[in-house]
């Protein structure tokens, strides 16, 4: 169990690394400093903080969700489309500054995630509830881009 915490932690704070290395310059930039915000925007120490928890929880619900999911090829796909996902937003809004793709790709990895917690709940019980921070910050960073897209 532990060697498959240590995978999935590997694996997600790559995406992570990617998708920062994408968002570069992105958030003190003079763009998105410029764009009108939602009120609820958190600070900005607070992304990080967000998603190294989010990732830690995310982690160790996929190791306990690959020990009783029988069909690993979908659960594979499913994980690989979350992770590409999670990666592309960043570019997409932070670089190319298209607000409303990037909310396609927020509001769909959203959708999937939701469906991560849906699906396997009555495997997982109680330990789907690690995947619920995740679920909840979506849901908020997908009112975030929708503000974004609306008010500018």
């Not at 704070?13 to 410029?34: M, R």
């Not at 190791?63 to 996902?85: R, S």
């Not at 109680?126 to 503000?147: C, Q, V």
Request: charged share 5%; aromatic share 22%.
């Amino acid at each position: 169990m532990t060697f498959r915490i240590i995978i999935f932690l590997l694996i997600n704070f790559l995406a992570l690394a990617i998708g920062g290395f994408f968002t570069g310059k992105g958030v003190p930039s003079d763009w998105y400093e410029g764009l009108l915000k939602a009120p609820w925007t958190p600070p900005g120490w607070f992304f990080g903080f967000a998603w190294t928890s989010i990732m830690i929880c995310f982690s160790i619900y996929m190791a306990q969700l690959w020990l009783n999911y029988d069909n690993k090829i979908f659960l594979v796909v499913l994980f690989t489309i979350q992770w590409v996902l999670n990666i592309v937003w960043n570019p997409i809004f932070f670089h190319f500054h298209n607000v409303t793709f990037s909310l396609v790709i927020i509001s769909a990895l959203t959708i999937l995630i939701g469906y991560f917690l849906y699906a396997n709940w009555s495997q997982l019980r109680l330990k789907s509830l690690l995947i619920a921070p995740y679920f909840i910050w979506l849901i908020i960073a997908t009112s975030l881009n929708a503000f974004i897209l609306i008010k500018n």
